[in-house]
């Protein structure tokens, strides 16, 4: 545990977190209609390091109204050499203020430095531009068919990819940067406007980047973000009858009610939810690279991640070599604030979740499971608990069953069953969004990969991500795919025009 030192904060930074923080509506900084403010605290040291505004429905119905007014006025208009050049310029932002964003973002979600770093730069900057450059690449077919029953005569049908409109885009908090972008960046980049609720645990980075969104030149209400709770400011933007679409992230429970909040305009949805997600060991994988492989893929983000590989099945030939090998890399992280460049495990990211989280560790004890370490929260402040490693795990037990969304690592065996019991094994969860495969034998990879019910697997790593790779959930997981062309599609709707002549 290494807490202790005083925490490198930049001037930039320290003025920002003194600023007074307000809402984002049409280019303007206002107050909510609520009065209320939200604080913010650090989860590594449980200190209130800012407030911001609780955003109401009258904030959301302004912001949304300001949102309609900026697609019909301009950016849906404005040639798309130029959208894409916008958003290369607030890419150009993100760069030039690297390390204040990545500062609040350590300091709002928890996470270590290092992965701050790297998110930012590998995956915010670079999906912006991916999305940046498609679009001037947006457009339509034409179709060669003479409908029958119109006239005779010559036709031409063409299709235009439009924009959906405005767009309400609901983000958690497990990495508050990283999925602003993953939202506004496509939606931008095909014509949208939107209003941006973030997780009322993190709304620090979203803030700061509408300096940055101003700085672009975005047009006035193009962008517009509402800080505030789930349940007033989230659903007044879900409920909303002047919006076109919903992209949230977030868990299965509160997709659902997304989806029924979104029922009276039956406007689009894009759910992106919970995850349980296995990962296959086979005898013949290289363990050199699995152990690491399987450590990060369970403990990246402290395990409140939903691409997280919680259910490890491993052959029991190698089961001990492999639980030993990432027991010692689980021993082996440096627990403690995320400023200090050397720790690369930070706390979760409130009381709620941790005390959640060690309430299913104890009942994996008590159901009868072997806690191999970890297991313990850290006795100073701050939200830590212990990267936590069990074998001899059952399916019917609450710790392979539900998303915990913190450092739990389940660990069952197999020996030499069928691919197809294995894979049933694997499956056996209500979710389906990730997992993977490690093995030497190439034919086996794929085959498995096959088998598993999940939208993306990996094989011999885990949860690859890059703006081009398609992402999103089978089963309880989630509606639809972002990233990749297919990301950007869910922001268009097509319109077919037909011309006989
Ligand atoms: P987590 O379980 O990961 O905390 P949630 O799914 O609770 O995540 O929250 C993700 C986002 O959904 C947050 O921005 C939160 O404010 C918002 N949210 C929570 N409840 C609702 C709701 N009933 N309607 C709309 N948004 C909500």
């Known amino acids: 545990m290494n807490n202790k030192h005083e925490l490198p904060i930049s001037e930039e930074t320290r003025k920002f977190l003194e600023s007074k923080h307000l809402l984002f509506i049409n280019g303007e900084w206002i107050e909510s209609s609520s009065g209320e403010i939200i604080p913010v605290v650090d989860p590594a040291t449980e200190e209130k390091i800012a407030e911001v505004q609780s955003g109401t429905k009258d904030d959301i119905d302004l912001a949304v109204r300001s949102a309609r007014n900026a697609l019909e006025a301009e950016w849906s208009k404005i040639p798309s050499h130029d959208r894409a050049q916008i958003l290369h310029r607030l890419s150009d932002e993100i760069e030039a203020n690297f390390s204040v964003l990545s500062e609040l973002e350590v300091l709002d979600n928890g996470m270590p430095m290092q992965l701050a770093q790297y998110s930012i730069a590998s995956h915010g900057v670079t999906l912006l531009r991916y999305f940046a450059s498609w679009a001037p690449k947006i457009h339509g077919k034409t179709i060669p068919v003479s409908p029958g029953g119109v006239m005779n005569g010559d036709s031409l049908t063409y299709t235009k990819r439009e924009p959906i409109g405005v767009v309400g885009a609901i983000i958690p908090w497990n990495s508050p940067l ?257 997992g993977s495969v490690w093995t030497n034998d190439i034919a086996t990879g794929h085959r498995m990969a096959a088998l598993i019910d999940s939208g993306q697997v990996s094989i011999n790593c885990h949860a690859a991500v890059d703006p081009a790779i398609p992402f999103g959930g089978n089963k309880q997981s989630g509606w639809g795919r972002e990233f990749g062309e297919e990301g950007l599609g869910a922001y268009l709707k097509t319109k077919a025009t037909t011309v006989i002549y």
Do not use: W
């Not at 789930?230 to 409920?239: I, P, R, Y």
């Open 178 to 434: 990283i999925f602003a972008i993953l939202k506004l960046a496509p939606a931008l980049a095909a014509g949208c406007t939107v209003v941006l609720k973030p997780a009322e645990l993190t709304p620090l980075t979203a803030l700061y980047f509408a300096h940055l969104i101003e700085k672009s030149g975005i047009p006035k209400g193009v962008v517009n973000i509402v800080t505030g709770f789930g349940e007033t400011a989230g659903d007044a933007l879900a409920k909303h009858e002047d919006v076109d679409k919903i992209t949230f992230t977030g868990s299965t429970e509160v997709g659902k009610k997304i989806v029924s909040s979104s029922v009276g305009n039956l406007k689009k949805v894009t759910l992106e939810l919970g995850g349980k997600s296995p990962v296959v060991v086979f005898n013949d994988a290289d363990l050199e690279k699995t152990i690491p492989g399987v450590a990060r893929a369970c403990f990246f983000l402290q395990g409140q991640n939903c691409m997280a590989g919680t259910r490890v099945f491993v052959h029991e030939d190698i089961h001990d070599e492999l639980v030993e090998g990432v027991k010692n890399m689980a021993e082996a992280f440096q627990i403690g604030h995320g400023l200090i460049q050397t720790n690369d495990f930070g706390p979760l990211i409130s009381g709620d979740q941790r005390n959640r989280v060690m309430k299913y560790i104890k009942q994996g004890i008590s159901e009868g499971a072997t806690l191999v370490c970890g297991g313990h929260e850290t006795n100073e402040k701050g939200f830590f608990i212990e990267p936590t490693i069990f074998t001899d795990v059952t399916a019917d037990m609450a710790i392979a069953r539900d998303e915990i969304f913190g450092p739990v690592l389940c660990i069952e065996k197999f020996n030499n069953e069928s691919l197809e019991a294995i894979a049933k094994r694997a499956n056996e969860t209500t979710y389906g969004l990730s």
